[in-house]
């Protein structure tokens, strides 16, 4: 009960284009997500770097205006404007990043990497649907950050919408 209602708070607090929703985030819930054109674009050119050089770093972005609708089925999230977050200790497997209260999406390379005595040893790998599935580091980073919401992008034009809250085994 405690949990539902700081939550309902924090979620007031969150940096929104609309007022917060009054449904519960927590429920489960289907989840459909879209982003912008402008926004779409700028991704697919920012993703174009993994295809030439597979050290590239993981990216990461806030979500500075989106909106959140209820649907008939769930969920439905659209973004409509980003900026590169403040990254730090970005390697082709993690990265660090702040964007405060507001949601984030950070990048899946398709690479196949070790590292050994602190030097990446990178493959060019496959842009597979697998590689949008968000770690357990990453759930628990967006839980960690109090985000809404977070996205996985695994391709050009491949992302993964998802509440961190509904991926936690109670």
Not at 41 to 70: F, G, M, Q, S
Not at 87 to 94: F, I, K, L, N, R
Request: glycine letters at 4%.
């Amino acid at each position: 009960m405690w949990r539902a209602a700081l939550l309902s708070l924090l979620l007031v607090a969150t940096p929104t284009t609309l007022p917060a929703p009054t449904f519960d985030l927590l429920a489960p819930q289907f989840i459909t997500g879209s982003l912008s054109p402008m926004v779409q674009a700028r991704l697919a050119t920012d993703w174009e770097v993994y295809r030439t050089n597979v050290l590239e770093p993981e990216h990461a972005y806030c979500l500075t205006r989106y909106e959140i609708r209820k649907t008939v089925t769930g969920v439905a999230i659209h973004v409509q404007e980003i900026t590169r977050a403040e990254e730090a200790d970005a390697t082709p497997q993690s990265i660090s990043y702040d964007c405060g209260l507001f949601p984030a999406m950070h990048t899946h390379p398709p690479s196949d990497c070790v590292e050994s005595e602190g030097r990446w040893f990178c493959a060019k790998g496959e842009e597979t649907p697998t590689l949008c599935i968000p770690s357990q580091t990453d759930v628990q980073t967006a839980l960690a950050d109090w985000h809404r919401f977070s996205i996985v992008q695994c391709g050009p034009e491949r992302f993964a919408f998802y509440i961190p809250r509904m991926l936690v085994t109670p």
